[in-house]
T-cell receptor, first 113, second 116 residues
């Protein structure tokens, strides 16, 4: 089955710097890759996603890149702010009708003011 | 848009009792909803897939008789934890997939269950 690896598990950056989180997946049939931000005690919030027919997608300070050949995708946050501090999860879809998601283990991002 | 609510947000119950958690899509219809469990500082673990009008599909290792799921309408799914025990204490989160969108899942705020 699908397996998603996420690195690093923790990331600390200074305000204004960029942050990059990387994920790899195992199932070449996966075609949908969302990223979620989860604040303490809350549910995950979809922040950006990408489909396998696209190599890059950007939304203001957030961008996601996808390399289908290497089966890895990355989240890029530029000009980080303290409110970006949270746990970020990547996920990959499992094909077969219900389109379940398999999640990475998460990255705790801390943006220091 | 794409708002999912859960009720209650937290609940404390005694061992042996049952607890029902509701998941609602507020501004869209969802033929499919998912129930996850999350332990502290860990990732989300899919428990089951809830399909409107049909039986839920449970992941391997999840007891269907203990975690009863009902997807009664296109906007409501419920999870009932039966005969709860302290080890069932966890953060339960639902997500819903918009019928108009092929893959996007939107998550609820979660329900913190504590079994004493």
């Amino acid at each position: 089955g699908e397996n998603v690896e996420q690195h690093p598990s923790t990331l600390s950056v200074q305000e204004g710097d960029s942050a990059v989180i990387k994920c790899t997946y195992s199932d070449s049939a996966s075609n949908y890759f969302p990223w979620y931000k989860q604040e303490l005690g809350k549910g995950p919030q979809l922040i950006i996603d990408i489909r396998s027919n696209v190599g890059e997608k950007k939304d203001q300070r957030i961008a996601v890149t996808l390399n289908k050949t290497a089966k890895h995708f990355s989240l890029h946050i530029t000009e980080t702010q303290p409110e970006d501090s949270a746990v970020y999860f990547c996920a990959a879809s499992i094909q077969g009708g219900s389109e379940k998601l398999v999640f990475g283990k998460g990255t705790k991002l801390t943006v220091n003011p | 848009g794409a708002v999912v609510s859960q009720h209650p947000s937290w609940v404390i119950c005694k061992s042996g009792t049952s607890v029902k958690i509701e998941c609602r899509s507020l501004d869209f219809q969802a033929t499919t909803m998912f129930w996850y469990r999350q332990f502290p500082k860990q990732s989300l673990m899919l428990m089951a897939t809830s399909n409107e009008g049909s039986k839920a599909t449970y992941e391997q290792g999840v007891e269907k008789d203990k975690f009863l799921i009902n997807h009664a309408s296109l906007t409501l799914s419920t999870l009932t934890v039966t005969s709860a025990h302290p080890e069932d204490s966890s953060f339960y989160i639902c997500s819903a997939r918009d019928v108009r969108a092929s893959s996007e899942q939107y998550f609820g705020p979660g329900t913190r269950l504590t079994v004493t």
